[in-house]
């Protein structure tokens, strides 16, 4: 039940923890779109901006040649000096005049140049057209190598084609990608803003009027890559790239940014792509923005929930189960404890009530062995011997089962004194000389000469070496051989009683020390017990700070070995004037 309990709770956590986790992404998603949106925006108002400034150049420019058609080239620089164009626009190639001519018109026009000094000027490509646009004052600016002059603009479609939208519509006209003929940098994509103008007081309400009074046109030659980084550069967002695409040619893009591979393959990537017809001209633009337009806090902020959530999660799931599982833990160890002392308290009370009939019929049964009712046949004296018998043996299991009761109420007190284990053990088996002889075992021993003293409380060490011994004479056939060792090690007192019996097989060797517990084989129907000898005997040892082990093969007999400090160990008391308390069972 505290699994499932921790299990929903952890369902639960993990459930919010997601729905916390998406409501994040998409937060984060709608701020990466907003900041994408914004510099988007940014850059194309900067890069409109940019392309009104040079409008209004070339329409002061314009003004200034369709009133003044004598102006030369030095007239031509002197009047962009001011601007100072290639600091302030370094994407500006250069700024001139294209002079609009009919094949009439070309002798005029270069007897004109001649006139101001232009004596190597010549109109290039060569060749007969119907009309020109001759490129008549270039003033050079960046990446400009100056060698426009005299170029017809006309031999070029995308000029030509520019050109003539800005006479068909009377506004300023944009081309597409182009090849400056100046450029002294080679692959370099420029595109070039051309405006008409016109002869002075001539009407231009139509198209034919404004053709019919075409003078020519002012230009601005502009590098695509400078205009742009120009434009990003102010922004100093490196998450942002563009790629541009001319509506004429689709097949390879006329600019894109440094960065636009390396964005573009980044995940999470923002793209817009959108077709714009402006100034005559069609583009397709594609923006990418990175999720570096957002902070890394910002962009961490739903993992970070989402791990920081599951911990939690694993966190009170953990901890509901081990509430739960530590208050059943403690209820179960309450009602155990609840019936353990039940069953000590009616263990107690049925061994106390059970002893004194017990005893009583032992001092009767002994007065009538004794002769005080009179003289007895020989069959009364074996039938009473029997009887006092088998209530020694009662009262032996009665007493143990008083000091289990006592034990398991931690009430036994060991009281140690110095103490000959030797001598002990002499007088444990003088007390069973008589059950060895019955049958015909052979008890040897193997002590040092010398008495070998350990501080032991003497009564339940007494009992330890009985309850060996006892089981060792009863689980050893007749004419058996049991062994008693005692030899002193290293701070601590050995003691091994073994015998050629029964033996116990491995797998009973794990419970032979619990309560209540019997093994069972050949001999064990024939012999009383109450299975708590070797429970009591283990927990006297341990109290005594010591250990007790067995090895034994079934049929080949067992040897139980005890291991007990020399000296007092700190929980035992040791009374100046020990004795034994007036809580000891009656001796049998």
């Known amino acids: 039940m505290h699994t499932l309990v921790a299990i929903l709770v952890f369902a639960v956590g993990v459930g919010a923890t997601l729905y916390y986790w998406k409501s994040l992404r998409h937060g984060v998603d709608g701020e990466l779109d907003l900041a994408y949106t914004r510099q988007r925006q940014m850059i194309a108002k900067s890069m409109q901006e940019r392309i009104e400034v040079y409008q209004n ?8 040649v369709s009133l003044n058609m004598g102006i030369d080239q030095a007239a031509w620089e002197k009047y962009h000096q001011p601007y100072d164009i290639a600091r302030n626009y370094p994407d500006v190639e250069g700024v001139g005049v294209n002079r609009y001519l009919r094949p009439d018109d070309i002798p005029a026009y270069m007897e004109r140049r001649k006139s101001q000094g232009d004596n190597d000027f010549q109109i290039f490509p060569a060749g007969e057209r119907p009309e020109y646009s001759v490129i008549t004052f270039d003033a050079r600016y960046t990446g400009n190598n100056g060698r426009s002059r005299g170029f017809d603009a006309y031999t070029d479609p995308a000029r030509k084609k520019a050109m003539q939208e800005a006479v068909r519509s009377n506004q300023m006209t944009i081309t597409g990608k182009v090849n400056l003929v100046s450029e002294s940098r080679q692959n370099r994509s420029s595109f070039i803003l051309y405006m008409p103008f016109y002869r002075a007081g001539m009407p231009t309400d ?22 742009i980084e120009s434009v990003m550069n102010t922004k100093q967002n490196p998450n942002i790239a563009i790629q541009v695409f001319d509506a004429d040619s689709l097949d390879k893009p006329a600019y894109e940014t440094d960065n636009f591979a390396s964005v573009s393959r980044q995940p999470g990537i923002k793209t ?9 001209h069609t583009w397709r633009t594609t923006f990418a923005a990175s999720p570096g337009l957002l902070s890394e806090r910002e962009r961490q902020l739903p993992s970070q929930a989402l791990w920081r959530g599951l911990i939690t999660c694993v966190f009170f799931a953990g901890l509901v189960w081990y509430l739960i599982t530590d208050r059943e833990r403690k209820y179960a160890k309450q009602k155990r404890e609840e019936v353990q002392t039940a069953k000590d308290d009616l263990l107690s009370l049925a061994s106390h009530q059970l002893r004194t009939p017990a005893t009583v019929v032992k001092q009767y049964v002994g007065m009538l062995l004794q002769g005080y009712a009179g003289k007895l046949s020989d069959q009364q004296m074996e039938m009473l011997n029997n009887a006092y018998d088998s209530n020694e043996r009662q009262l032996e299991i009665i007493n143990q089962l008083l000091y289990v009761a006592r034990l398991d109420a931690g009430r036994i007190r060991l009281h140690a004194k110095k103490t000959d284990i030797a001598s002990l053990i002499r007088n444990v088996a003088r007390d069973y000389s008589n059950q060895i002889a019955e049958r015909e075992q052979k008890l040897s021993f193997n002590l040092p000469k010398r008495g070998l003293f350990s501080e032991v409380d003497p009564h339940y060490m007494r009992m330890v070496i009985e309850n060996l011994l006892s089981n060792a004479i009863k689980y050893t056939p007749e004419r058996g051989d049991i062994e008693i060792t005692l030899r002193r090690l290293p701070g601590e007192v050995m003691m091994m009683v073994k015998d050629t019996g029964v033996g116990i097989e491995r797998a009973a060797q794990r419970s032979i020390f619990e309560k209540f517990t019997r093994v069972e084989n050949e001999l064990s129907t024939d012999v009383n017990g109450s299975g708590v000898g070797l429970y009591l005997t283990k927990q006297i040892v341990e109290l005594h700070g010591g250990s007790i082990e067995v090895q034994s093969t079934a049929g080949k007999g067992a040897a139980f070995t005890v291991y007990m400090p020399v000296h007092v160990p700190l929980q035992v008391h040791k009374p100046e004037n020990p004795k034994t308390t007036d809580e000891e069972p009656v001796a049998a």
């Open 57 to 64: 150049f070339l329409r002061g420019s314009a003004g200034l």
């Open 206 to 227: 139509t198209y034919e009027q404004r053709q019919a009074s075409l003078l020519g046109f002012v230009f601005i030659a502009v590098d695509a890559k400078t205009f």
């Open 272 to 280: 817009e792509t959108y077709t714009a017809t402006g100034y005559g």
